[in-house]
């Protein structure tokens, strides 16, 4: 889910609020979906649609739903742009893009919670267009910042 907001710093607020209304507990941690069976909420267009899945979280006896939120750090902005920037395929566009995303340092850029129920992890994720285009340039980044394509591998040597 995406939402409208560039700093979800509220958001995060208002579901520790709301979740510790109904008296559960928060165990801090992020639940990676590539890992454990998930299933992703659906909220559409209600921007209050977290409230549902912890309502649902409660009613199916949950004692205590995961969070994870993620900030926008400086020093991993930085980095960010040095293996843009010094990487073996360099695109002026990508520094660029990665260097207008100083704006948005200290600000929250990813929601997500979670919780248990009969061997199926159920997640509702919030998140920034910011943050995801942090994710692409990271992703750009891991790829060809510092690898070069040409080498060969260990298979092709042999």
Same mark, same amino acid.
């Given at each position: 889910?995406?939402?409208?907001?560039?700093?979800?710093?509220g958001l995060k607020d208002d579901m520790v609020a709301?979740?510790?209304?109904?008296?559960?507990?928060?165990? +801090?941690?992020?639940?990676?979906? %590539?890992?454990?069976?998930?299933?992703?909420?659906?909220?559409?267009?209600? =921007?209050? /649609?977290?409230?549902?899945?912890?309502?649902?979280?409660? /009613?199916?006896?949950? =004692?205590?739903?995961?969070? +994870?939120?993620?900030?926008l750090k400086r020093d991993d902005l930085e980095e960010?742009?040095?293996?843009?920037?010094?990487? %073996?395929?360099?695109?002026?566009?990508?520094?660029?893009?990665?260097?207008?995303?100083?704006?948005?340092?200290?600000?929250?850029?990813?929601?997500?919670?979670?919780?248990?129920?009969?061997?199926?992890?159920?997640?509702? %994720? /919030?998140?920034?267009?910011?943050?995801?285009?942090?994710?692409?340039?990271?992703?750009?980044?891991?790829?060809?910042?510092?690898?070069?394509?040409?080498? =060969?591998?260990?298979?092709?040597?042999?």
């Amino acid at each position: 889910m995406s939402a409208a907001s560039d700093d979800l710093t509220g958001l995060k607020d208002d579901m520790v609020a709301f979740i510790e209304g109904h008296g559960m507990r928060r165990f +801090h941690g992020f639940v990676d979906y %590539e890992e454990v069976q998930c299933v992703m909420w659906e909220g559409g267009d209600n =921007p209050e /649609a977290w409230k549902d899945f912890v309502e649902l979280a409660k /009613a199916s006896a949950a =004692p205590f739903l995961t969070m +994870h939120s993620w900030v926008l750090k400086r020093d991993d902005l930085e980095e960010l742009i040095r293996r843009l920037s010094t990487g %073996e395929y360099t695109n002026v566009e990508d520094v660029e893009d990665a260097r207008w995303l100083r704006t948005y340092i200290g600000k929250t850029g990813f929601v997500q919670l979670g919780w248990a129920y009969q061997g199926t992890i159920f997640l509702y %994720e /919030a998140n920034t267009d910011w943050y995801e285009r942090y994710q692409r340039l990271l992703e750009v980044s891991e790829d060809f910042g510092g690898i070069a394509i040409d080498e =060969p591998d260990q298979d092709d040597e042999t």
